[in-house]
T-cell receptor, first 111, second 116 residues
């Protein structure tokens, strides 16, 4: 089993739709969580951190469920510019401090 | 503005050649990382460094070595390139918090290496 798993997609949604991605992690000792965004042929960039209480940044909402060991990203009112790959990132203790990237979920937003 | 630069965007080398990939950051970050990214596998950590002249193996260090002689520069070396090292190589840096890697990682634009 992979340490961090994401549905690779692609998710194809129309503009204005709401779309949600989940990411599961296997290490219960994981300490911090992030969503990164990666555009085609570009480097990953931090989208938002994920806190236990959940957090919102405009149209984006991230949540953490420690009991079930998953994090989620919700995008409301999708824009064409949201088309990208979304990477789930988990930091934790696995024989030393470690950052694990998920393989990413591809999103296509269409007009 | 945060900046991580990599020496080449595209590189083509032949099997057996020695390859140097350079990464420079201008943010005075303590931590630097080298990843490779392959379709369906995501980013995999090759090596990282928490300080000058310090290095630690990541998940896939075989066939690679690194050098960090100055704080701002982290080099990845392929001693004898092989075709299975064809990949996108991404360098990243982060500052030190209470525990390494809790801070945001800033990535360079990547080097797409092809080994023939």
């Amino acid at each position: 089993r992979k340490e961090v798993e994401q549905d690779p997609g692609p998710f194809n949604v129309p503009e204005g739709a709401t779309v949600a991605f989940n990411c599961t992690y296997s290490n219960s000792a994981s300490q911090s969580f992030f969503w990164y965004r990666q555009d085609c042929r570009k480097e990953p960039k931090l989208l938002m951190s994920v806190y236990s209480s959940g957090n919102e940044d405009g149209r984006f909402t991230a949540q953490l469920n420690r009991a079930s060991q998953y994090i989620s990203l919700l995008i409301r009112d999708s824009k064409l510019s949201d088309s990208a790959t979304y990477l789930c990132v988990v930091n934790g203790l696995t024989g030393g401090f470690k950052t694990i990237f998920g393989a990413g979920t591809r999103l296509f937003v269409k007009a | 503005d945060v900046k991580v630069t990599q020496s080449s965007r595209y590189l083509v080398k032949r099997t057996g050649e020695k390859v140097f990939l350079e990464c420079v950051q201008d943010m005075d970050h303590e931590n630097m990382f080298w990843y490779r990214q392959d379709p369906g596998l995501g980013l995999r950590l090759i090596y990282f460094s928490y300080d000058v002249k310090m290095k630690e193996k990541g998940d896939i260090p075989e066939g690679y070595s690194v050098s960090r002689e100055k704080k701002e520069r982290f080099s990845l070396i392929l001693e004898s390139a092989s075709t299975n090292q064809t990949s996108m190589y991404l360098c990243a840096s982060s500052s030190s918090g209470t525990s390494p890697s809790t801070d945001t990682q800033y990535f360079g634009p990547g080097t797409r290496l092809t080994v023939l």
